[in-house]
Protein backbone atom coordinates (compact mmCIF):
# COMPACT_ATOMS: atom_id res chain seq x y z
CA UNK A 1 0.00 0.00 0.00
CA UNK A 2 1.25 3.32 -0.81
CA UNK A 3 1.90 6.08 2.03
CA UNK A 4 -0.90 8.33 1.04
CA UNK A 5 -3.17 5.35 1.22
CA UNK A 6 -2.01 4.19 4.29
CA UNK A 7 -2.09 7.62 5.78
CA UNK A 8 -6.03 8.59 4.74
CA UNK A 9 -7.27 4.89 5.71
CA UNK A 10 -5.71 6.09 9.56
CA UNK A 11 -7.10 9.41 8.75
CA UNK A 12 -10.58 8.39 8.48
CA UNK A 13 -10.46 5.49 11.13
CA UNK A 14 -9.48 7.80 13.94
CA UNK A 15 -9.79 11.02 13.36
CA UNK A 16 -13.24 11.41 15.05
CA UNK A 17 -12.53 9.32 17.96
CA UNK A 18 -9.90 11.94 18.36
CA UNK A 19 -12.08 14.75 18.18
CA UNK A 20 -14.36 13.41 21.18
CA UNK A 21 -11.68 12.96 23.21
CA UNK A 22 -9.82 16.42 22.63
CA UNK A 23 -13.27 17.97 22.95
CA UNK A 24 -14.07 16.12 26.11
CA UNK A 25 -10.25 17.53 27.28
CA UNK A 26 -11.11 21.29 27.14
CA UNK A 27 -15.17 21.51 26.53
CA UNK A 28 -14.19 23.99 22.86
CA UNK A 29 -14.85 22.14 20.19
CA UNK A 30 -13.35 24.58 18.09
CA UNK A 31 -10.11 24.16 19.71
CA UNK A 32 -10.13 20.57 19.62
CA UNK A 33 -10.84 20.25 15.91
CA UNK A 34 -8.02 23.15 14.86
CA UNK A 35 -5.45 20.91 17.13
CA UNK A 36 -6.58 17.46 15.74
CA UNK A 37 -6.28 18.70 11.93
CA UNK A 38 -2.86 20.37 13.37
CA UNK A 39 -2.16 16.81 14.70
CA UNK A 40 -2.53 14.84 11.59
CA UNK A 41 -0.83 17.47 9.82
CA UNK A 42 2.53 17.00 11.76
CA UNK A 43 1.94 13.27 11.61
CA UNK A 44 1.72 13.39 7.55
CA UNK A 45 5.05 15.56 7.89
CA UNK A 46 6.72 12.55 9.75
CA UNK A 47 4.87 9.72 8.19
CA UNK A 48 7.95 7.89 7.93
CA UNK A 49 8.53 7.55 11.32
CA UNK A 50 4.76 7.47 12.26
CA UNK A 51 3.63 5.07 10.60
CA UNK A 52 6.11 2.45 12.12
CA UNK A 53 5.13 3.13 15.60
CA UNK A 54 2.89 0.18 17.25
CA UNK A 55 0.07 2.51 17.23
CA UNK A 56 0.46 5.45 15.77
CA UNK A 57 -2.93 6.97 17.50
CA UNK A 58 -0.24 7.37 20.60
CA UNK A 59 2.11 9.68 18.46
CA UNK A 60 -1.07 11.54 17.25
CA UNK A 61 -3.02 11.81 20.49
CA UNK A 62 -0.55 13.75 22.63
CA UNK A 63 0.13 16.55 19.83
CA UNK A 64 -3.54 17.40 19.65
CA UNK A 65 -4.20 16.97 23.53
CA UNK A 66 -1.31 19.67 23.72
CA UNK A 67 -2.32 21.66 20.62
CA UNK A 68 -6.25 22.09 22.08
CA UNK A 69 -5.20 23.22 25.72
CA UNK A 70 -2.42 25.70 24.44
CA UNK A 71 -5.18 27.10 21.97
CA UNK A 72 -7.38 27.33 25.09
CA UNK A 73 -5.54 29.68 26.64
CA UNK A 74 -8.51 31.95 27.79
CA UNK A 75 -9.18 29.12 30.23
CA UNK A 76 -12.98 30.19 29.90
CA UNK A 77 -14.57 26.15 29.74
CA UNK A 78 -17.22 25.11 27.68
CA UNK A 79 -16.83 27.54 24.99
CA UNK A 80 -18.97 25.75 22.36
CA UNK A 81 -22.37 27.05 22.44
CA UNK A 82 -25.64 24.80 21.84
CA UNK A 83 -24.73 22.01 23.85
CA UNK A 84 -27.50 19.64 25.50
CA UNK A 85 -27.79 20.20 29.43
CA UNK A 86 -26.43 16.45 29.68
CA UNK A 87 -23.34 17.36 27.87
CA UNK A 88 -22.57 20.44 29.88
CA UNK A 89 -23.40 18.46 32.75
CA UNK A 90 -20.52 16.16 31.42
CA UNK A 91 -18.05 18.52 30.87
CA UNK A 92 -18.96 20.64 33.94
CA UNK A 93 -17.76 17.35 35.96
CA UNK A 94 -14.13 16.96 33.65
CA UNK A 95 -13.74 20.36 34.54
CA UNK A 96 -13.86 20.07 38.11
CA UNK A 97 -10.58 17.43 38.20
CA UNK A 98 -7.58 18.83 38.17
CA UNK A 99 -5.95 18.39 35.07
CA UNK A 100 -3.75 15.26 35.62
CA UNK A 101 -7.27 13.28 36.91
CA UNK A 102 -8.99 14.38 33.49
CA UNK A 103 -6.06 13.36 31.64
CA UNK A 104 -5.62 9.97 33.21
CA UNK A 105 -9.19 9.62 32.77
CA UNK A 106 -10.17 10.39 29.61
CA UNK A 107 -6.85 8.24 28.19
CA UNK A 108 -7.35 4.92 29.68
CA UNK A 109 -11.70 5.28 29.90
CA UNK A 110 -12.31 7.20 27.15
CA UNK A 111 -9.16 6.17 24.35
CA UNK A 112 -8.79 3.12 25.34
CA UNK A 113 -5.33 3.34 26.49
CA UNK A 114 -3.65 0.52 28.50
CA UNK A 115 -2.41 1.35 31.32
CA UNK A 116 1.08 1.16 30.84
CA UNK A 117 0.89 2.57 27.82
CA UNK A 118 -0.97 5.59 29.33
CA UNK A 119 1.54 6.10 32.37
CA UNK A 120 3.94 6.33 29.71
CA UNK A 121 2.52 9.48 27.95
CA UNK A 122 1.95 11.20 31.05
CA UNK A 123 5.33 10.20 32.03
CA UNK A 124 4.00 9.27 35.86
CA UNK A 125 4.12 5.85 37.13
CA UNK A 126 1.96 3.12 36.86
CA UNK A 127 1.05 3.38 40.84
CA UNK A 128 0.48 7.14 40.11
CA UNK A 129 -1.53 6.88 36.82
CA UNK A 130 -4.11 4.41 38.66
CA UNK A 131 -4.41 6.92 41.47
CA UNK A 132 -5.06 9.71 39.57
CA UNK A 133 -7.47 7.29 37.28
CA UNK A 134 -9.26 6.17 41.08
CA UNK A 135 -9.82 9.29 42.33
CA UNK A 136 -10.61 11.28 38.68
CA UNK A 137 -13.29 8.57 38.51
CA UNK A 138 -14.38 8.76 41.11
CA UNK A 139 -14.93 12.85 41.46
CA UNK A 140 -16.44 12.43 37.52
CA UNK A 141 -19.09 9.88 38.73
CA UNK A 142 -19.99 12.01 41.72
CA UNK A 143 -19.82 15.37 39.70
CA UNK A 144 -22.34 14.28 37.12
CA UNK A 145 -24.06 12.33 39.24
CA UNK A 146 -23.89 8.23 38.41
CA UNK A 147 -22.50 4.90 39.26
CA UNK A 148 -18.77 4.41 38.25
CA UNK A 149 -20.01 1.73 36.14
CA UNK A 150 -21.92 4.41 34.41
CA UNK A 151 -18.70 6.43 33.48
CA UNK A 152 -17.31 4.79 30.28
CA UNK A 153 -21.25 5.60 28.80
CA UNK A 154 -21.34 8.91 29.82
CA UNK A 155 -17.96 10.02 28.42
CA UNK A 156 -19.14 8.08 24.81
CA UNK A 157 -22.14 10.18 25.12
CA UNK A 158 -20.34 13.08 24.70
CA UNK A 159 -19.23 11.81 21.03
CA UNK A 160 -22.87 13.20 19.53
CA UNK A 161 -21.88 16.76 20.19
CA UNK A 162 -18.21 16.34 18.80
CA UNK A 163 -19.49 14.99 15.93
CA UNK A 164 -20.54 18.52 15.00
CA UNK A 165 -17.25 19.41 14.23
CA UNK A 166 -15.61 19.36 9.90
CA UNK A 167 -12.06 18.36 9.50
CA UNK A 168 -10.58 18.39 5.79
CA UNK A 169 -10.35 15.68 3.43
CA UNK A 170 -7.51 13.97 3.28
CA UNK A 171 -6.11 15.26 0.33
CA UNK A 172 -5.79 18.94 2.17
CA UNK A 173 -4.01 17.08 5.36
CA UNK A 174 -1.79 15.71 3.02
CA UNK A 175 -1.24 18.87 1.12
CA UNK A 176 -0.87 21.21 4.14
CA UNK A 177 1.54 18.72 5.74
CA UNK A 178 3.92 18.90 2.11
CA UNK A 179 3.88 22.94 2.94
CA UNK A 180 4.85 22.75 6.52
CA UNK A 181 7.53 19.89 5.11
CA UNK A 182 9.21 22.50 2.91
CA UNK A 183 8.90 25.34 5.28
CA UNK A 184 10.51 23.04 8.29
CA UNK A 185 13.54 22.14 5.81
CA UNK A 186 14.42 25.99 5.35
CA UNK A 187 13.98 26.93 9.27
CA UNK A 188 15.79 24.16 10.54
CA UNK A 189 18.44 24.80 8.03
CA UNK A 190 18.46 28.36 9.11
CA UNK A 191 18.31 27.38 13.00
CA UNK A 192 21.47 25.46 12.09
CA UNK A 193 23.43 28.30 10.51
CA UNK A 194 22.20 30.58 13.03
CA UNK A 195 22.51 28.88 16.43
CA UNK A 196 25.21 25.88 15.72
CA UNK A 197 27.62 26.50 13.22
CA UNK A 198 30.78 27.48 14.86
CA UNK A 199 29.26 28.23 17.93
CA UNK A 200 30.69 24.94 19.89
CA UNK A 201 26.97 23.66 20.05
CA UNK A 202 27.82 19.62 20.49
CA UNK A 203 27.28 17.70 23.29
CA UNK A 204 29.27 18.37 26.08
CA UNK A 205 31.77 15.09 27.38
CA UNK A 206 33.43 14.86 30.31
CA UNK A 207 36.49 14.21 28.45
CA UNK A 208 36.06 17.12 26.47
CA UNK A 209 36.62 15.49 22.97
CA UNK A 210 34.51 15.78 19.99
CA UNK A 211 31.62 13.83 19.87
CA UNK A 212 28.59 13.04 16.58
CA UNK A 213 25.70 14.99 18.08
CA UNK A 214 24.45 17.02 15.50
CA UNK A 215 23.31 20.70 15.86
CA UNK A 216 21.76 21.35 18.91
CA UNK A 217 19.68 24.38 18.34
CA UNK A 218 16.98 23.14 15.84
CA UNK A 219 13.50 23.70 15.27
CA UNK A 220 11.70 20.73 17.30
CA UNK A 221 10.87 17.54 14.98
CA UNK A 222 13.94 19.29 12.04
CA UNK A 223 15.72 15.82 12.17
CA UNK A 224 12.70 13.51 10.76
CA UNK A 225 12.38 16.37 8.45
CA UNK A 226 15.53 16.02 7.36
CA UNK A 227 15.46 13.04 6.12
CA UNK A 228 11.96 12.96 4.91
CA UNK A 229 12.60 15.60 2.21
CA UNK A 230 14.92 15.79 -0.87
CA UNK A 231 17.81 18.32 -0.27
CA UNK A 232 17.15 21.80 -0.06
CA UNK A 233 19.42 24.76 -0.30
CA UNK A 234 21.26 26.25 2.47
CA UNK A 235 21.03 30.30 3.43
CA UNK A 236 24.27 31.93 3.75
CA UNK A 237 26.22 31.36 7.22
CA UNK A 238 25.39 34.07 9.71
CA UNK A 239 27.58 34.64 12.43
CA UNK A 240 26.15 37.65 13.45
CA UNK A 241 22.79 36.19 15.09
CA UNK A 242 21.51 37.55 18.14
CA UNK A 243 19.95 34.26 18.88
CA UNK A 244 21.81 32.16 21.89
CA UNK A 245 23.50 28.82 21.12
CA UNK A 246 25.14 26.81 23.31
CA UNK A 247 28.27 29.26 23.94
CA UNK A 248 25.81 31.05 25.72
CA UNK A 249 24.75 28.45 28.26
CA UNK A 250 25.71 28.50 31.71
CA UNK A 251 29.29 27.52 32.61
CA UNK A 252 30.57 25.76 34.96
CA UNK A 253 32.42 28.94 36.13
CA UNK A 254 28.61 30.94 36.37
CA UNK A 255 27.62 27.85 38.26
CA UNK A 256 29.77 28.79 41.45
CA UNK A 257 27.57 31.69 42.35
CA UNK A 258 25.52 28.96 43.86
CA UNK A 259 27.97 27.62 45.57
CA UNK A 260 31.09 29.42 46.63
CA UNK A 261 34.53 26.33 46.51
CA UNK A 262 32.05 23.86 44.55
CA UNK A 263 33.04 22.25 41.33
CA UNK A 264 30.77 22.16 38.64
CA UNK A 265 31.08 19.81 35.36
CA UNK A 266 28.83 20.57 32.30
CA UNK A 267 27.97 16.72 31.66
CA UNK A 268 25.52 16.77 28.61
CA UNK A 269 23.78 18.99 26.31
CA UNK A 270 20.92 18.73 23.80
CA UNK A 271 18.06 20.07 21.52
CA UNK A 272 15.78 18.17 23.20
CA UNK A 273 14.19 16.11 19.84
CA UNK A 274 15.22 12.93 21.21
CA UNK A 275 13.84 10.47 24.10
CA UNK A 276 10.75 11.51 25.56
CA UNK A 277 11.80 15.56 25.93
CA UNK A 278 11.10 15.70 29.60
CA UNK A 279 14.30 17.13 31.64
CA UNK A 280 12.95 18.61 34.89
CA UNK A 281 10.32 18.11 37.66
CA UNK A 282 6.28 19.29 36.90
CA UNK A 283 7.36 19.76 32.64
CA UNK A 284 3.71 18.83 31.14
CA UNK A 285 4.97 18.80 27.83
CA UNK A 286 7.88 18.47 25.52
CA UNK A 287 8.08 22.52 24.62
CA UNK A 288 6.60 25.27 26.35
CA UNK A 289 6.24 26.41 23.04
CA UNK A 290 5.58 23.63 20.38
CA UNK A 291 5.96 25.75 17.46
CA UNK A 292 9.17 27.51 18.99
CA UNK A 293 12.24 28.02 16.49
CA UNK A 294 14.86 26.10 18.72
CA UNK A 295 15.88 24.61 21.96
CA UNK A 296 18.69 23.72 23.71
CA UNK A 297 18.57 21.54 27.44
CA UNK A 298 21.94 21.85 29.17
CA UNK A 299 22.63 19.77 32.99
CA UNK A 300 25.47 20.15 34.81
CA UNK A 301 26.44 18.55 38.37
CA UNK A 302 28.30 19.28 40.96
CA UNK A 303 31.12 17.54 42.79
CA UNK A 304 29.76 17.40 46.04
CA UNK A 305 27.82 15.55 48.68
CA UNK A 306 24.85 15.96 49.06
CA UNK A 307 24.56 15.92 45.38
CA UNK A 308 23.23 19.02 43.22
CA UNK A 309 22.02 19.15 39.89
CA UNK A 310 21.60 22.04 37.36
CA UNK A 311 19.32 21.70 34.19
CA UNK A 312 19.04 24.86 31.78
CA UNK A 313 16.19 24.62 29.19
CA UNK A 314 16.12 27.23 26.63
CA UNK A 315 12.97 28.39 24.43
CA UNK A 316 13.58 30.32 21.09
CA UNK A 317 10.06 31.65 20.08
CA UNK A 318 9.68 32.73 16.89
CA UNK A 319 7.98 36.30 18.53
CA UNK A 320 8.02 37.92 21.97
CA UNK A 321 4.72 37.43 21.97
CA UNK A 322 4.97 33.75 21.43
CA UNK A 323 7.76 33.82 24.36
CA UNK A 324 5.62 35.68 26.62
CA UNK A 325 2.85 32.63 26.34
CA UNK A 326 5.51 30.07 26.68
CA UNK A 327 6.67 31.95 29.82
CA UNK A 328 3.06 31.91 31.17
CA UNK A 329 3.16 28.25 30.48
CA UNK A 330 6.27 27.36 32.18
CA UNK A 331 4.90 28.90 34.97
CA UNK A 332 1.40 27.15 35.22
CA UNK A 333 3.32 23.75 34.93
CA UNK A 334 5.45 24.51 38.13
CA UNK A 335 2.64 26.97 40.13
CA UNK A 336 0.51 23.72 39.52
CA UNK A 337 2.67 20.61 39.74
CA UNK A 338 0.73 17.88 39.18
CA UNK A 339 3.21 14.76 40.74
CA UNK A 340 2.18 15.07 44.09
CA UNK A 341 4.97 14.44 45.70
CA UNK A 342 6.36 18.85 45.79
CA UNK A 343 5.09 21.22 47.80
CA UNK A 344 4.99 24.67 46.81
CA UNK A 345 7.17 26.68 49.42
CA UNK A 346 7.64 30.19 47.93
CA UNK A 347 8.03 32.31 45.26
CA UNK A 348 9.15 35.34 44.02
CA UNK A 349 9.13 38.10 41.05
CA UNK A 350 12.86 38.86 40.18
CA UNK A 351 13.02 42.28 38.87
CA UNK A 352 15.61 43.65 36.82
CA UNK A 353 16.33 40.10 35.29
CA UNK A 354 15.33 39.97 31.48
CA UNK A 355 12.26 41.42 30.66
CA UNK A 356 10.31 39.59 33.19
CA UNK A 357 11.55 36.68 35.84
CA UNK A 358 10.32 34.21 38.54
CA UNK A 359 11.43 32.02 41.02
CA UNK A 360 10.12 29.30 42.76
CA UNK A 361 11.06 26.87 45.92
CA UNK A 362 9.38 23.64 46.12
CA UNK A 363 9.99 21.10 48.60
CA UNK A 364 10.09 17.07 47.82
CA UNK A 365 8.52 14.10 49.86
CA UNK A 366 10.34 11.19 50.71
CA UNK A 367 13.96 10.89 52.29
CA UNK A 368 16.57 11.72 51.78
CA UNK A 369 14.74 15.61 51.14
CA UNK A 370 14.91 16.85 47.64
CA UNK A 371 14.95 21.02 47.21
CA UNK A 372 14.25 22.63 43.85
CA UNK A 373 14.82 26.25 43.10
CA UNK A 374 13.33 27.16 39.84
CA UNK A 375 13.87 30.44 38.01
CA UNK A 376 12.20 31.35 35.04
CA UNK A 377 13.32 34.45 33.08
CA UNK A 378 11.82 35.61 29.50
CA UNK A 379 14.45 37.86 27.34
CA UNK A 380 12.76 39.22 24.15
CA UNK A 381 11.57 35.62 21.95
CA UNK A 382 14.13 33.27 24.43
CA UNK A 383 12.72 32.07 27.72
CA UNK A 384 15.63 30.21 29.99
CA UNK A 385 14.78 27.95 32.67
CA UNK A 386 16.67 26.87 35.54
CA UNK A 387 15.98 24.18 37.61
CA UNK A 388 18.65 23.44 40.70
CA UNK A 389 18.09 20.32 42.41
CA UNK A 390 19.59 19.44 45.45
CA UNK A 391 19.32 15.41 47.32
CA UNK A 392 19.94 15.77 51.28
CA UNK A 393 21.58 18.81 52.76
CA UNK A 394 21.23 22.66 52.62
CA UNK A 395 18.77 24.23 50.21
CA UNK A 396 20.17 26.88 47.82
CA UNK A 397 19.18 30.01 49.01
CA UNK A 398 16.62 31.66 47.04
CA UNK A 399 19.50 34.84 46.34
CA UNK A 400 22.01 32.65 44.95
CA UNK A 401 19.68 30.95 43.03
CA UNK A 402 18.25 34.31 41.77
CA UNK A 403 22.29 35.55 40.94
CA UNK A 404 22.14 32.55 38.50
CA UNK A 405 19.59 33.33 36.70
CA UNK A 406 20.26 36.78 36.45
CA UNK A 407 23.50 35.58 34.99
CA UNK A 408 21.53 33.36 32.26
CA UNK A 409 19.44 35.68 31.32
CA UNK A 410 22.62 38.14 31.22
CA UNK A 411 24.43 35.74 28.56
CA UNK A 412 21.34 36.16 25.88
CA UNK A 413 20.76 39.43 26.89
CA UNK A 414 24.19 40.52 25.82
CA UNK A 415 24.01 37.79 22.67
CA UNK A 416 20.86 39.98 21.46
CA UNK A 417 23.29 43.06 21.59
CA UNK A 418 20.82 44.88 24.14
CA UNK A 419 21.84 47.75 26.51
CA UNK A 420 19.48 46.60 29.38
CA UNK A 421 21.52 43.41 30.73
CA UNK A 422 23.46 44.32 33.78
CA UNK A 423 20.61 44.40 36.10
CA UNK A 424 20.95 43.36 39.89
CA UNK A 425 18.04 40.81 40.79
CA UNK A 426 16.17 41.57 43.77
CA UNK A 427 13.23 39.39 45.28
CA UNK A 428 10.32 40.14 45.95
CA UNK A 429 8.01 38.09 47.85
CA UNK A 430 4.49 37.07 45.45
CA UNK A 431 1.36 35.34 46.15
CA UNK A 432 1.85 31.90 44.05
CA UNK A 433 0.26 31.87 40.67
CA UNK A 434 -3.24 30.76 39.86
CA UNK A 435 -2.80 26.50 40.05
CA UNK A 436 -4.98 24.36 37.07
CA UNK A 437 -6.69 22.75 39.66
CA UNK A 438 -9.72 24.72 41.47
CA UNK A 439 -9.63 28.67 41.25
CA UNK A 440 -9.39 30.08 44.31
CA UNK A 441 -8.96 27.08 46.70
CA UNK A 442 -5.60 25.45 47.75
CA UNK A 443 -3.67 23.19 45.42
CA UNK A 444 -2.54 19.74 45.90
CA UNK A 445 1.32 21.66 45.18
CA UNK A 446 0.11 23.61 48.81
CA UNK A 447 -0.05 20.55 50.90
CA UNK A 448 2.91 20.42 53.51
CA UNK A 449 4.64 17.18 53.70
CA UNK A 450 3.73 14.53 56.02
CA UNK A 451 6.98 13.26 57.38
CA UNK A 452 6.00 10.11 59.12
CA UNK A 453 3.94 8.82 56.38
CA UNK A 454 5.71 9.81 52.94
CA UNK A 455 2.93 9.34 50.71
CA UNK A 456 1.03 12.61 48.64
CA UNK A 457 -2.05 14.09 49.26
CA UNK A 458 -4.83 13.52 46.98
CA UNK A 459 -7.28 16.60 46.34
CA UNK A 460 -11.23 15.56 45.85
CA UNK A 461 -13.08 17.84 43.47
CA UNK A 462 -14.18 20.92 45.18
CA UNK A 463 -18.22 20.90 45.99
CA UNK A 464 -20.72 23.92 47.03
CA UNK A 465 -20.40 24.10 51.11
CA UNK A 466 -22.92 22.43 52.76
CA UNK A 467 -25.52 24.46 54.50
CA UNK A 468 -24.20 22.57 58.07
CA UNK A 469 -20.66 23.54 59.56
CA UNK A 470 -17.86 21.56 58.28
CA UNK A 471 -15.22 21.87 60.94
CA UNK A 472 -14.54 19.41 63.13
CA UNK A 473 -15.18 22.15 66.28
CA UNK A 474 -17.98 23.01 67.79
CA UNK A 475 -16.19 26.36 68.90
CA UNK A 476 -16.92 28.35 65.76
CA UNK A 477 -20.27 26.69 64.10
CA UNK A 478 -19.29 28.84 60.80
CA UNK A 479 -21.91 28.57 58.08
CA UNK A 480 -20.49 30.02 54.91
CA UNK A 481 -24.24 30.03 53.21
CA UNK A 482 -26.39 30.60 56.16
CA UNK A 483 -24.15 33.44 57.19
CA UNK A 484 -24.17 35.37 53.89
CA UNK A 485 -21.98 33.55 51.74
CA UNK A 486 -22.97 33.94 47.96
CA UNK A 487 -20.28 31.70 46.48
CA UNK A 488 -18.74 28.66 48.44
CA UNK A 489 -16.86 25.76 47.60
CA UNK A 490 -15.27 22.89 49.65
CA UNK A 491 -12.40 20.64 49.09
CA UNK A 492 -10.74 17.83 51.25
CA UNK A 493 -7.16 16.30 50.98
CA UNK A 494 -6.56 13.08 51.83
CA UNK A 495 -3.61 10.58 51.51
CA UNK A 496 -5.64 7.48 50.23
CA UNK A 497 -2.89 4.93 50.43
CA UNK A 498 -1.34 5.90 54.02
CA UNK A 499 -4.08 3.50 55.76
CA UNK A 500 -4.92 6.05 58.03
CA UNK A 501 -7.61 6.07 60.56
CA UNK A 502 -10.82 7.65 58.54
CA UNK A 503 -11.08 10.44 60.92
CA UNK A 504 -7.71 12.04 59.23
CA UNK A 505 -7.89 14.98 56.45
CA UNK A 506 -8.06 18.40 55.67
CA UNK A 507 -10.67 20.12 54.70
CA UNK A 508 -10.91 23.61 53.09
CA UNK A 509 -14.19 26.09 53.16
CA UNK A 510 -14.33 29.29 51.36
CA UNK A 511 -16.93 31.61 50.76
CA UNK A 512 -17.32 35.22 49.14
CA UNK A 513 -19.58 37.93 50.49
CA UNK A 514 -21.76 40.39 49.03
CA UNK A 515 -19.16 43.02 50.42
CA UNK A 516 -15.84 43.52 52.67
CA UNK A 517 -17.77 44.79 55.19
CA UNK A 518 -20.08 41.67 55.91
CA UNK A 519 -16.92 39.84 55.60
CA UNK A 520 -15.16 41.11 58.49
CA UNK A 521 -18.34 40.54 60.36
CA UNK A 522 -17.94 36.98 59.75
CA UNK A 523 -14.85 37.61 60.80
CA UNK A 524 -15.75 39.18 64.47
CA UNK A 525 -18.22 36.51 64.93
CA UNK A 526 -15.81 33.54 64.13
CA UNK A 527 -13.41 35.29 66.89
CA UNK A 528 -15.74 35.56 69.39
CA UNK A 529 -17.04 32.21 69.24
CA UNK A 530 -14.13 30.83 69.86
CA UNK A 531 -12.83 33.11 72.77
CA UNK A 532 -16.42 31.96 74.25
CA UNK A 533 -15.68 28.43 73.70
CA UNK A 534 -14.45 26.90 76.57
CA UNK A 535 -17.41 28.41 78.89
CA UNK A 536 -20.00 26.69 76.59
CA UNK A 537 -18.04 23.63 75.34
CA UNK A 538 -16.51 22.05 78.64
CA UNK A 539 -15.04 19.52 76.79
CA UNK A 540 -13.25 21.67 74.66
CA UNK A 541 -10.03 23.25 75.31
CA UNK A 542 -8.17 25.84 73.16
CA UNK A 543 -4.35 25.44 73.16
CA UNK A 544 -2.43 27.23 71.02
CA UNK A 545 -4.74 30.67 69.43
CA UNK A 546 -2.54 32.99 66.93
CA UNK A 547 -3.43 35.89 65.14
CA UNK A 548 -2.27 36.05 61.31
CA UNK A 549 -2.09 39.29 59.76
CA UNK A 550 -0.06 39.32 56.03
CA UNK A 551 -0.81 42.22 53.85
CA UNK A 552 -4.16 42.34 52.50
CA UNK A 553 -4.90 39.30 55.28
CA UNK A 554 -6.73 38.71 57.94
CA UNK A 555 -7.07 35.82 60.36
CA UNK A 556 -6.21 33.25 63.11
CA UNK A 557 -6.03 29.94 63.63
CA UNK A 558 -6.80 27.64 67.07
CA UNK A 559 -4.91 24.22 68.29
CA UNK A 560 -8.32 22.21 70.07
CA UNK A 561 -8.40 19.45 72.52
CA UNK A 562 -11.76 18.14 72.84
CA UNK A 563 -12.62 14.80 75.20
CA UNK A 564 -14.43 12.44 73.46
CA UNK A 565 -14.59 10.06 76.48
CA UNK A 566 -12.91 9.70 79.90
CA UNK A 567 -10.01 7.84 77.77
CA UNK A 568 -10.10 9.35 74.52
CA UNK A 569 -9.76 12.56 72.83
CA UNK A 570 -8.75 14.69 69.57
CA UNK A 571 -6.57 17.22 68.81
CA UNK A 572 -7.20 19.44 65.50
CA UNK A 573 -6.56 22.72 63.78
CA UNK A 574 -8.82 25.19 62.76
CA UNK A 575 -7.80 28.26 60.82
CA UNK A 576 -9.82 31.16 59.45
CA UNK A 577 -8.05 33.70 56.83
CA UNK A 578 -9.91 36.73 55.12
CA UNK A 579 -8.93 38.52 51.92
CA UNK A 580 -11.15 41.30 50.73
CA UNK A 581 -14.46 40.18 50.85
CA UNK A 582 -13.54 36.36 50.88
CA UNK A 583 -12.99 34.25 53.95
CA UNK A 584 -11.18 31.00 54.00
CA UNK A 585 -11.83 28.21 56.76
CA UNK A 586 -8.90 25.36 56.90
CA UNK A 587 -9.89 22.31 59.14
CA UNK A 588 -7.23 19.32 59.87
CA UNK A 589 -7.46 16.63 61.94
CA UNK A 590 -4.10 14.29 62.31
CA UNK A 591 -4.00 10.55 63.13
CA UNK A 592 -0.87 10.46 64.84
CA UNK A 593 1.71 9.53 64.11
CA UNK A 594 0.47 11.78 60.74
CA UNK A 595 1.11 15.47 61.87
CA UNK A 596 2.13 18.29 60.40
CA UNK A 597 5.18 20.12 61.37
CA UNK A 598 5.32 23.38 63.60
CA UNK A 599 4.47 26.16 61.76
CA UNK A 600 3.08 23.91 58.71
CA UNK A 601 -0.84 24.35 59.07
CA UNK A 602 -0.20 28.35 60.03
CA UNK A 603 1.52 28.76 56.59
CA UNK A 604 -1.36 26.59 55.00
CA UNK A 605 -4.06 29.00 56.26
CA UNK A 606 -1.96 31.80 54.76
CA UNK A 607 -1.45 29.85 51.53
CA UNK A 608 -5.17 29.31 51.54
CA UNK A 609 -5.64 33.35 52.12
CA UNK A 610 -3.52 34.01 48.96
CA UNK A 611 -5.28 31.90 46.84
CA UNK A 612 -8.46 33.72 47.14
CA UNK A 613 -6.75 36.20 45.77
CA UNK A 614 -7.78 34.12 42.42
CA UNK A 615 -11.19 34.71 42.45
CA UNK A 616 -12.56 37.36 40.52
Known amino acids: MRAEEQFDSFYLKTRRALVHQTFALTGDLAAAQRAVRDAYVGAWHHWRKVKNQEDPRDWVRPRAWALAQRRHTARLWQRTRDLSAKDRAVLDALHELSGSERRALLLVELAGVPLDVAARELNVTQETLERQLGTGTAGFAAGVGIDLAEVRTRLLDLGEAASRATLPRPPAVRREGRNRRRTHSLAAAAAVTFLAVGSGAFAHEPGGGPTEAGPLMAEPGAA ?60 QERFADPEGLAALVQTSEAARKPPRTMIQAVEISASEGEATKAYDTLVSWFAGCESGELQLQRAFDVTQVGDRATLFDLQGWGTPARTYSVGIAQVGQVVTTNVLRTVGGTETGAVRASRALATAARLICERAERDDCEGKPRLVPAPPPPSTEAKGALATVDMPALPSVGQPWVGLPPVPAPHSPVSPSSCDRAQF ?29 YGTFGSVKEAAT ?32 DGATWRLRTELSENREIVYDVGFVRRGDAVAQVSFVPAPPADLAPGAFRALVTRAGQRLAELP
Open 481 to 509: RKEGATRTRTRTFLVPQSRLPARFGLTET
Open 522 to 553: FMRKVRQRFASCEDRDLATEVLVPQSLRQGRL
Open 224 to 283: EAEQATEPVEQPSPTPESTLPSAEDLLTAADLRLLDAGTKWEVTDTHDNTSGDGFNYVCQ
